[in-house]
C-alpha cells in the first residue's frame, strides 16, 4: 500500500526558503507512469497545485515558477519541494501526492499534510 | 480566483440529489482534457471521489457519479446522507500545462 509522509519545518521566517520533503514508500518514484505532485491549501481556502515531478521533467504553477525548485532525491524514496521567498501568503497546509498515468491525470494518493507557518 | 468556477456552497436535504458544477474554458475542459473529483473531510486530506470524468475508485459509493459536456463538468450525489457533508473539488488540466483546482464547494446537508 502506497504511503506518503510529508516533513520539514513547520515554521519558516519571511524571505527564507521553505524547504519540505514527502517520503513515498509502497511505491517506485522512478516509475515512468507516476506523477509526484505538491499542492497546498491556505487555511480556509482551496487547493493550490504548486508543481510536479515525473520521470522526464518537471512542471510548475507559472504563478510561483520563478521560486519553486521540486526534486527527486538520489535514493529515489522521497522527493522535494523548495519554495524561496517566502511570505505570509505562502501559508498554507502542504500536501505531497501521487498522481498518473499522465501529467493530466488524477492524484489517488495523499499525504496526510503539513501545515507550514510563515512569520518571523 | 480559480480558472475551475464552483458553487460555494450548495445544499440539499437527506434523500434528495445534490449537484456541483466546475466550469472551465475551451483550454482546459473544453479542449478535452478529463476532470477529476475530491472530497474533503475537516482537518483530512482530499480523497479521490471520481476520475477521468466519470469513474469512481473502489469503494467510491455509486451515489457518486460525474459527467462533462463542453466546457463544464458536474458531480452528483443522490441519496444524500449527512456522511457526505464536506467540500467538494474539482481538477483538470489546461493547455498552459498546468495542474487546475476548482475554488471548492461547501455542501450541507440540511
Known amino acids: 500500500q502506497l504511503q506518503l509522509q510529508e516533513s520539514g519545518p513547520r515554521l519558516v521566517k519571511p524571505s527564507e526558503t521553505l524547504s519540505l520533503t514527502c517520503v513515498v514508500s509502497?511505491?517506485?518514484?522512478?516509475?515512468?507512469?507516476?506523477?509526484w505532485a505538491w499542492i497546498r491549501q491556505p487555511p480556509g481556502k482551496g487547493l493550490e497545485w504548486i508543481g510536479t515531478?515525473?520521470?522526464?521533467?518537471?512542471s510548475y504553477n507559472k504563478s510561483l515558477k520563478s521560486r519553486v525548485t521540486v526534486s527527486v532525491d538520489a535514493s529515489k524514496t522521497q522527493f522535494s519541494l523548495n519554495l524561496t521567498s517566502v511570505t505570509a501568503a505562502d501559508t498554507a497546509l502542504y500536501y505531497c501526492?501521487?498522481?498518473?498515468?499522465?501529467?493530466?491525470?488524477?492524484?489517488?494518493?495523499w499525504g496526510q499534510g503539513m501545515l507550514v507557518t510563515v512569520a518571523s | 480566483q480559480s480558472v475551475l468556477t464552483q458553487p460555494p456552497s450548495v445544499s440539499g436535504a437527506p434523500g434528495q440529489r445534490v449537484t456541483i458544477s466546475c466550469t472551465g474554458s475551451?483550454?482546459?475542459?473544453?479542449?478535452?482534457?478529463?476532470v477529476h473529483w475530491y472530497q474533503q473531510f475537516p482537518g483530512t486530506a482530499p480523497k479521490l471521489l471520481i476520475y477521468a470524468n466519470n469513474n469512481r475508485p473502489s469503494g467510491v459509493p455509486d451515489r457518486f457519479s460525474g459527467s462533462k459536456s463542453g466546457t463544464s463538468a458536474s458531480l452528483a450525489i443522490t441519496g444524500l446522507q449527512a456522511e457526505d457533508e464536506a467540500d467538494y473539488y474539482c481538477q483538470s488540466y489546461d493547455s498552459s500545462l498546468s495542474v487546475l483546482f476548482g475554488g471548492g464547494t461547501k455542501l450541507t446537508v440540511l
Open positions: 501526492a501521487k498522481g498518473g498515468p499522465y501529467t493530466s491525470s488524477w492524484y489517488d494518493y
Open positions: 509502497g511505491d517506485s518514484i522512478s516509475s515512468p507512469t507516476s506523477y
Open positions: 515531478i515525473y520521470y522526464s521533467g518537471t
Open positions: 475551451s483550454s482546459n475542459i473544453g479542449a478535452g482534457y478529463d
